[in-house]
């Protein structure tokens, strides 16, 4: 992998994490289709979505600060809020371990990530409906738990994480606000675990220092506009268009695979 092409690898992981149009089928699709090998394969894309925990704590950082002096002061709301995360952080830790070579190979098929990019595509549409309605200001717990197993569902390429645990959070009442809020501190959570079990695993030969650093300063840096924009469109209400482009996409690419190769 050169300088240019993990440069590129960047910038799709970092639009693609925030954006609700999974990053990790992008990435399946753009290293199969240009025949890009990553510096140590998934410690590669881990290493990409370190930058993109990163984005997310400096978007965040008041909220994460707030958080975490208030856990320490045993603030019952903010304690409250904590173990809401960690109990949406169950079902795809459950999957991670249950399920984790067979979601490896999964990242080796790109006609799953076009078909779920589909999926995907239909998920962000039902939010036309869902946003003007959604008013709560944090998940409860059963909510936290369902947004938890959209997350996990969204472990498979084409599935955006992002957009699948919005909307689930939106179907559940949750102002859009406050379902970004709780999708990308949990986020952070699943980010920060998949490096804890995959990356020990990869020896400083397998992963080229150069590429990498480019790769995660690109990741990070479009990582924040992502997250600005995807905001946004939140607001605006707008949300759903990217099924538009999905639909596109993922039709194109399963095209793609199945009848041309």
């Known amino acids: ?49 370190l930058a993109t925990l990163v984005a997310i704590l400096l978007v965040y950082r008041a909220r994460v600060v707030s958080l975490a002096g208030g856990t320490l002061r045993r603030d019952p709301a903010s304690i409250r809020y904590v173990g809401k995360l960690a109990v949406a952080t169950l079902p795809a ?17 790109p006609e799953l990530a076009a078909s779920c990019l589909l999926v995907t595509a239909v998920i962000l549409w039902t939010t036309r409906r869902t946003i003007p309605v959604a008013v709560g200001s944090e998940p409860g717990w059963g909510a936290a738990l369902l ?26 009442g949750v102002s859009a606000g406050a379902a970004a809020e709780f999708s990308f501190l949990l986020g952070t959570i699943a980010m920060a675990g ?19 650093l480019i790769g995660s300063a690109a990741a990070l840096v479009s ?32 095209a793609y695979w199945t009848l041309v190769r």
């Open 93 to 109: 830790v459950l999957v991670a371990l249950t399920l984790s070579d067979w979601i490896e190979d999964s990242f080796a098929r």
């Open 194 to 212: 998949a490096a804890i079990l995959i990356l020990p695993g990869f020896g400083v030969e397998n992963l080229a220092l150069g590429p990498l």
């Open 147 to 172: 947004i938890g197993c959209a997350q996990a569902f969204a472990i498979l390429p084409g599935i955006s994480r992002s957009g699948t645990t919005v909307a689930v959070a939106l179907a559940l």
């Open 1 to 49: 992998m050169n300088a240019i092409e993990a440069l590129l690898l960047g910038v799709v992981q970092g639009v693609t994490e925030f954006l609700p149009v999974s990053s990790s089928g992008h990435l399946v699709l753009f290293q199969t289709m240009f025949g890009i090998e990553g510096p140590g394969g998934l410690g590669f894309e881990v290493a990409l979505h």
């Open 223 to 254: 990582g924040v506009g992502s997250i600005a924009l995807f905001l946004r469109l939140l607001e605006h209400r707008n949300f759903y268009v990217f099924s538009y482009y999905l639909v596109f996409a993922g039709g194109a690419s399963l």
